[in-house]
């Protein structure tokens, strides 16, 4: 008796849900317009002021210029982060490489990868770029694998220099195992160090056009393919222009997106969801509240004038014990940011200066006196050191007796 072709085919197919891996079933397989949420009852929704409920495990919201958090839910901790992963890969590449015509010959080990793939065979010749669009657009790992093998030699060397960046970039809790991002107990980062990474690479102008494009058209042993990206909120929502999908069965759903209205510019990351539809809800509703309940206010004028109001009161009091001279110019280190983002209930800061006035010669260029600290409400968001602008030597013997005789001359003028 002869089986039908269907009944085989889903014999087959229920043999490779229970034996096959679990991160074979990647990263982002596109999945059916109407199973995402609708853009437009969302953004009524978040347009209230409180803060949104989501489902995402794990979530923040940074403000890019300052990198200030206007929104976290568990932002430092530690989690898998499926192809959010190829954020890193790609801006490796992109400063390791300095030529994206470079054309690449694809390995077996890259071929062979499972997961989502841009659909590359051994031997296939594709040059860099089109490597890079495989990787963002479709978040191919076999562009993955492949681009990892022609900056690092090996996948292994290629971690090696994404590890060495996050150290560098100050992301303690991100350790990287591989370019793609498949699940791995040693492969992991934060929400925040996410945010972090995501607005490093942004400031790169070849990482900033690829993860903005939508559609892009890659040549493959001379064959073109036509690529879409799986942000679902490219072309969607207002003011996004990137970033990155992901999906394991370890990290679930994942979505890194950055978005700018006006001078706001924030990065959102959401990891964890539970579906495409709760990834994207969630990100609307953090994108929406941010837009709806912040806004950026010049800061620095207020430090600035704050400052000189302070040195025409003070500036006289300081005291250089044995210096030959006094206290003629002090400075600001260093003001970092001219906006600032806050509520926008919130127009104004204040700033409290505190110094110490008596110092002993020599007091030396560039020796910090005190600081200014930023409040906006009960919470300190800089502190500034102030700085003296020039050396004042100790006094010699001479020094002594020129004073001396100027303070003896003087004191006989007063009396004649």
Known sequence: MFLSKKFVHIVILLFLMIFLPTSCFADDYIEPIEDLPDFSSIVTSSSISSIPNINSRAAVVIERSTGAILFG??????????????????????????????????????????????????????????????????????????????????????????????????????????????????????????????????????????????????????????????????????????????????????????????????????????????????????????????????IKDTINSDFENWKEEHLSHFQINKGIN????LYLSNVPYKLYPVKKDINSISTNITANYNFEAPFYENCKVGYLDVHLGDEIILSIDICNSSTIEKMNTFDYLTSFFKNYINYFDTLI
Request: contains cysteine; glycine residues 8%.
């Open 326 to 329: 006094s206290v003629t110019s």
């Open 73 to 298: 839910k568990n932002e430092c901790d530690i989690r898998k982060m499926a192809s959010t992963t190829k954020i890193m890969t790609a801006i490796i590449v992109i400063e390791n490489e300095s030529d994206l015509s470079k054309i690449v010959t694809v390995s077996s080990k890259a071929a062979g990868i499972h997961g989502s793939r841009l659909g590359l065979s051994t031997n296939c010749k594709i040059t860099v770029r089109d490597l890079l669009y495989g990787l963002m657009l479709c978040s191919g790992n076999d562009a993955a694998i492949a681009l990892a093998e022609h900056i690092g030699g090996s996948v292994e060397g290629f971690a090696n220099l994404m590890n060495e960046k996050a150290i560098s970039l100050g992301l303690l809790n991100t350790h990287f195992v591989t370019p793609h991002g498949l699940d791995d107990e040693q492969h992991h980062t934060t929400a925040y160090e996410l945010a972090l990474l995501t607005n490093y690479a942004l400031k790169n102008e070849t990482f900033y056009k690829l993860v903005g494009t939508s559609n892009y058209s890659v040549s493959i042993n001379g064959n073109i393919k036509n690529l879409h990206n799986t942000n679902e909120l490219l072309g969607n929502l207002n003011g996004i222009y990137g970033v990155k999908t992901g999906f394991t069965n370890g990290a679930n759903r994942c979505l890194v997106t950055s978005c700018k209205r006006g001078n706001l510019d924030i990065i959102c990351v959401v990891l964890g969801a539970d579906t495409k539809k709760f990834r994207t809800q969630d990100s609307v509703k953090l994108i929406e509240y941010t837009f709806n309940n912040f806004h950026m206010i010049n």
